[in-house]
């Protein structure tokens, strides 16, 4: 699986942005997903996780209610949308495949084995 992140950019506080995830590979819909976000001194931490099918969802506590992952299979395509954003949640943001097929989608990030190039998310106060 190779994956492809953007729609990353420069948005004030209380803003939005839609982060897309675009995967090649016949089995993309086989894997669980993942968005983490690495910002600048800071370690790479989970952000949201999504099942093969879509079928269960998890958050990081801090973005619950505010962001949304959702996949659209036939596309081979996965998204954040980020509502209400912070400066705290500046950081490069990464999309990510389980390394295991029909996995469920989890928080850490050794279970993690395909990621994408990173999209620059800036929320400026």
């Known amino acids: 699986v190779q994956l492809q992140a953007s729609g990353g950019g420069l948005v004030q506080a209380g803003g939005s942005l839609r982060l897309s995830c675009a995967a090649s590979?016949?089995?993309?819909?086989?894997?669980?997903m993942g968005w983490f976000r690495q910002a600048p001194g800071k370690e790479r931490e989970f952000v949201a996780g999504?099942?093969?099918?879509?079928?269960?969802?998890v958050y990081l506590d801090s973005v619950r209610g505010r962001f949304t992952i959702s996949r659209d299979n036939a596309k081979n395509t996965m998204y954040l949308q980020m509502n209400s954003l912070k400066p705290e949640d500046t950081a490069v943001y990464y999309c990510?495949?389980?390394?295991?097929?029909?996995?469920?989608?989890?928080?850490?990030?050794?279970?993690?084995?395909?990621w994408g190039q990173g999209t620059l998310v800036t929320v400026s106060s």
């Open positions: 999504i099942a093969w099918n879509g079928g269960s969802t």
């Open positions: 990510a495949a389980h390394r295991e097929r029909f996995s469920r989608p989890g928080p850490v990030l050794d279970e993690y084995e395909y």
């Open positions: 590979g016949r089995t993309f819909s086989t894997y669980a």
